[in-house]
């Protein structure tokens, strides 16, 4: 192939895959596009969902219905509604507390506007460890995070051990979860003690995966 017909089809990949990239782009900007609704936000703090969003100037009279499902697909239930007001059709932001979520997995969660349809669905993890140690996720991966109950944010102490019971790495934290993904922890079998004041004194044993 000659060196023109070689830059032609350099030049015809790299239009493509702009094309690509703008088009992703622009999709993902039409999943997160609602007429009168905006800045649609979902944050989990201590195993509750924090939502907020702004309703665009017009939008009067509708019912607000707050809905999370597990799978985004089946049946979404409704956790909350703000009763319409007419006459008032400036712009308006709104917050909400989801009190008792699906724990432990991705809550998809939309807002049912009445005559309006439904906004775009947004999603967000929620975990509560219970009395149990929860990493997420595992095998340990370089975004994993070790979860467990602290409500008081007292110290705790997280020790590391290699199959032989040698001390690896210790970590102390005042917070209820720790980002192990983040440790330099060696490649396959690791052991953990997680202990604290109280009754918190848990023991596992962890996969590390490479992480390069």
């Known amino acids: 192939m000659s060196s023109k017909n070689t830059y032609i089809m350099n030049l015809i990949k790299g239009c493509l895959a702009v094309y690509f990239i703008f088009s992703l782009i622009n999709v993902s900007a039409q999943n997160e596009y609602h007429p009168f609704v905006k800045k649609f936000k979902a944050e989990a703090i201590e195993g509750r969902v924090f939502l907020t969003w702004t309703t665009k100037a017009g939008f009067t009279c509708q019912d607000i219905h707050i809905q999370v499902s597990g799978d985004s697909v089946d049946y979404f239930e409704t956790k909350g509604t703000y009763f319409g007001i007419c006459g008032d059709a400036t712009e308006k932001d709104y917050s909400f507390i989801l009190e008792n979520p699906i724990y432990n997995t991705l809550n998809y969660l939309r807002l049912e506007l009445g005559s309006y349809g439904y906004s775009y669905t947004i999603s967000v993890r929620v975990i509560k460890a219970g009395n149990n140690v929860l990493v997420v996720p ?75």
Do not use: M, W
């Open 138 to 212: 595992h095998p340990v991966a370089a975004n994993s995070i070790l979860h467990f109950q602290n409500p008081l944010h007292e110290r705790v102490q997280l020790d590391f051990y290699d199959r032989t019971g040698q001390l690896i790495l210790t970590i102390a934290s005042i917070d209820n979860k720790i980002a192990i993904g983040e440790l330099s922890l060696p490649i396959g079998i690791v052991f953990y003690h997680l202990r604290g004041s109280g009754t918190l004194n848990k023991r596992g044993r962890l996969i590390i995966e490479s992480r390069s």
